[in-house]
């Protein structure tokens, strides 16, 4: 397995270690659930160094992100805005979701899942031909994510001078590079439902800063906590939630698709026409279940439109109960039963989030 440069820290703080996309990642540091709470009530940070962070640039860098992307990077009119968006192929499936930002004048960065790597890389490449575009990897950057209400207030005075207070007025989805270029690029982003930052900088910085956010307060969190808050904020997991199978408007992606200007060519858009003309048949939902068991990915789920399945699932410390993920027929309606072993356990569908800012948003 591929180790972070953090790897012998997480050793040494106890962390549980596995196999996560082929990369030794810290499942928990004893309790998932307290750290689930402390990025809920204070401060957490995770290790997010294998995400793949990719570097765009040359002349024709906007117009190649423009045919690539579902979204639009039109809506990045400024350095330093981040615009969420899903990468498709011809048949409107989800390569992979990813974050991308504005650096200037032909410079963009793109924040890719770890576990699609290879397979984002070759499709980034395979549609570049034709394009004068440059498609550097940052293997040698670091990642890490500081999450919480307390996240920023606790991580601003750990920052390079001044950078600290800079970042502090950044907006959601916007991101900052301090003096020192390359060292930092600090995105007021997150995968948790809270505020935070999510921190691209050296090795060498992320060794020093995991160790002043640990003197300051700062729980280290793991993988399994980092699933149940996003679960919780109505965040979609790659490879379970949306897959080249699906796409964006069966996944409760809708949103992230720019349909205007209708003459923009992107890749995928013909089948999403269609789709969308049509209907799709199926539906990305929320579920809470209201008897006992714990939902995971896989189970069936019965409707008054035909069955559906599970897409991801679990327990909520937040709201101490099963919540999910699940593709359902459209016309479902709100009442469902899902399998469970050998038991019918009946559940609601819901519409996510779950949680966020540290309140519940659905009463069970």
């Not at 793949?52 to 117009?63: C, F, K, M, R």
């Not at 003309?277 to 579920?287: E, M």
């Not at 189970?299 to 699932?313: K, L, N, R, Y």
Request: charged residues 20%.
């Amino acid at each position: 397995m591929k180790q972070t440069a953090l790897y012998e820290r997480h050793k040494a703080a106890g962390a549980r270690i596995v196999d996560f996309g082929g990369w030794a990642m810290p499942l928990h540091y004893g309790s998932q659930i307290d750290e689930h709470h402390a990025v809920r009530q204070s401060a957490g940070m995770f290790d997010v160094s294998h995400m793949t962070v990719v570097d765009i640039s040359g002349a024709d860098a906007g117009p190649w992100l423009r045919y690539l992307l579902a979204n639009n990077i039109d809506r990045l009119p400024a350095v330093g805005k981040g615009l969420y968006s899903c990468m498709l192929n011809e048949t409107g499936g989800v390569v992979d979701d990813l974050i991308v930002y504005n650096r200037g004048p032909a410079e963009y960065r793109m924040v890719v899942n770890a576990a699609t790597r290879e397979a984002d890389l070759d499709w980034m490449h395979s549609t570049a031909d034709g394009f004068d575009v440059t498609i550097r990897e940052r293997a040698e950057l670091a990642m890490l994510a500081v999450q919480g209400p307390a996240a920023r207030e606790l991580t601003a005075p750990l920052l390079p001078a001044h950078a600290g207070a800079d970042a502090l007025h950044l907006g959601s989805f916007e991101s900052f590079e301090p003096d020192a270029p390359g060292e930092y690029f600090i995105a007021r982003t997150g995968y948790t439902g809270e505020d935070g930052w999510e921190i691209v900088l050296t090795a060498t910085a992320a060794l020093t800063l995991w160790d002043e956010l640990r003197a300051a307060g700062v729980q280290p969190c793991g993988l399994g906590a980092r699933d149940t808050l996003r679960l919780e904020a109505g965040l979609n997991l790659y490879g379970q939630d949306m897959t080249t199978q699906t796409t964006p408007l069966e996944s409760n992606l809708a949103w992230t698709v720019a349909w205007e200007p209708e003459e923009r060519d992107f890749m995928g858009r013909r089948a999403l026409e269609a789709q969308r003309a049509a209907g799709p048949s199926h539906k990305l939902v929320g579920l809470l279940l209201e008897g006992r068991g714990i939902m995971r990915a896989g189970q069936v789920v019965q409707t008054s439109a035909g069955p559906g399945e599970i897409t991801s699932g679990g327990f909520s410390p937040s709201m101490e109960q099963s919540i999910a993920f699940a593709r359902v027929p459209t016309k479902s309606d709100e009442h469902c039963e899902v399998e469970i072993r050998k038991n019918v356990v009946p559940a609601r569908i819901v519409k996510p989030p779950f949680v966020k800012n540290g309140r519940v948003l659905i009463n069970g």
